[in-house]
Nanobody, 119 residues
């Protein structure tokens, strides 16, 4: 009923930038929040950033202000601007959304996009 499709991942050198996008499609009544998580090899999936329909934002403490999340819920889209990338940012980045498909609300995940930071 709902699909999340991420784009924008790839290989970047340390200190570089990438912008991830995630578009939600399907029988969407309302998007309550969208966000990004990441999972490095051998590690758990952790929150990167989260934004609600009202504009409230949470970031992982470890990001040190390098990442910026934004959203255009009219386009069912969330973005993650990643600057000053470090090797430890290498991970699969997953889009997450809390969406109402009338009459029920649920949590949805994208398939993930690989971000590799390496020289």
């Amino acid at each position: 009923q709902v699909q999340l499709v991420e784009s924008g991942g790839g290989l970047v050198q340390p200190g570089g930038s990438l912008r991830l996008s995630c578009v939600a499609s399907g029988s969407i009544f309302r998007i309550h929040a969208m966000g990004w998580y990441r999972q490095a090899p051998g590690k758990e999936r952790d929150l990167v950033a989260h934004i609600t329909s009202g504009g409230s934002i949470n970031y992982a403490d470890s990001l040190e202000g390098r990442f910026t999340i934004s959203r255009d819920f009219n386009k069912n889209t969330v973005y993650l601007q990643m600057n000053s990338l470090k090797s430890e940012d290498t991970a699969v980045y997953y889009c997450n959304a809390q969406i109402t498909v009338w009459p029920r609300s649920g949590e949805y995940w994208g398939q993930g996009t690989q971000v590799t930071v390496s020289s």
